[in-house]
T-cell receptor, first 112, second 115 residues
Framework: GESVGLHLPTLSVQEGDNSIINCAYS??????FIWYKQESGKGPQFIID?????DKRQGQRVTVLLNKTVKHLSLQIAATQPGDSAVYFC???????????FGKGTTLSVSS | GAGVSQTPSNKVTEKGKYVELRCDPI?????LYWYRQSLGQGPEFLIY????????DSGLPNDRFFAVRPEGSVSTLKIQRTERGDSAVYLC?????????????FGPGTRLTVL
């Protein structure tokens, strides 16, 4: 299953499905965006980033889409696996230049 | 190589006490950041060091919070007169140069509980 559009605090998918996690960012002047994965009891782990001069970037099984017009960011995970279960956060570079501003997290649950 | 380490992993203290939280960044990283993460929320920025100096401390909530990085490596976050509302996970991150697009590597955090 997939979920598009509005931010959802939780997303449950079956193993092998594609997942889409959405995020709205706050500052139209931000020019750098990152997706982090956070597993229970651990710090956030970098997944993929994108600069504002791009609208799409692909990694291994992950794709980030950036829509600057509506200040929207999405993370697509292909062939979701149980090991992908975690909380996912988007982050933007704040006006201070290097401090990250994190969005609301989405808890992804993948069932076998 | 070793990642960012934080000690202690858990700290329980009583209201009004003083606590120190330690962060060991990745060797060679000049930039160091502290964030605070409350339950169910994303991390919130506290302070950023470039070398030994605090380049941006705009996220510190009040003057009970203070951080140092005297030799440009290890950093200590200090909280005076702790309050129950200070309970959270305190995360440390480091990056190579501190540039806008430099990847920030996070430690596992210190879970602070103020009773």
């Amino acid at each position: 299953g997939e979920s598009v559009g509005l931010h959802l605090p939780t997303l449950s998918v079956q193993e092998g499905d594609n997942s889409i996690i959405n995020c709205a960012y706050s500052n139209s002047a931000s020019d750098y965006f990152i997706w982090y994965k956070q597993e229970s009891g651990k710090g956030p782990q970098f997944i993929i980033d994108i600069r504002s001069n791009m609208d799409k970037r692909q990694g291994q099984r992950v794709t980030v889409l950036l829509n600057k017009t509506v200040k929207h960011l999405s993370l697509q995970i292909a062939a979701t696996q149980p090991g992908d279960s975690a909380v996912y956060f988007c982050a933007e570079s704040g006006q201070a230049g290097t401090a990250l501003i994190f969005g609301k997290g989405t808890t992804l649950s993948v069932s076998s | 190589g070793a990642g960012v380490s934080q000690t202690p992993s858990n700290k329980v203290t009583e209201k009004g006490k003083y606590v120190e939280l330690r962060c060991d960044p990745i060797s060679g990283h000049t930039a160091l950041y502290w964030y605070r993460q409350s339950l169910g929320q994303g991390p919130e920025f506290l302070i950023y060091f470039q070398g030994t100096g605090a380049a941006d401390d705009s996220g510190l909530p009040n003057d009970r919070f203070f951080a140092v990085r005297p030799e440009g490596s290890v950093s200590t976050l200090k909280i005076q007169r702790t309050e129950r509302g200070d309970s959270a996970v305190y995360l440390c991150a480091s990056s190579y140069m501190g540039g806008r697009a430099d990847e920030q590597f996070f430690g596992p955090g210190t879970r602070l509980t103020v009773l």
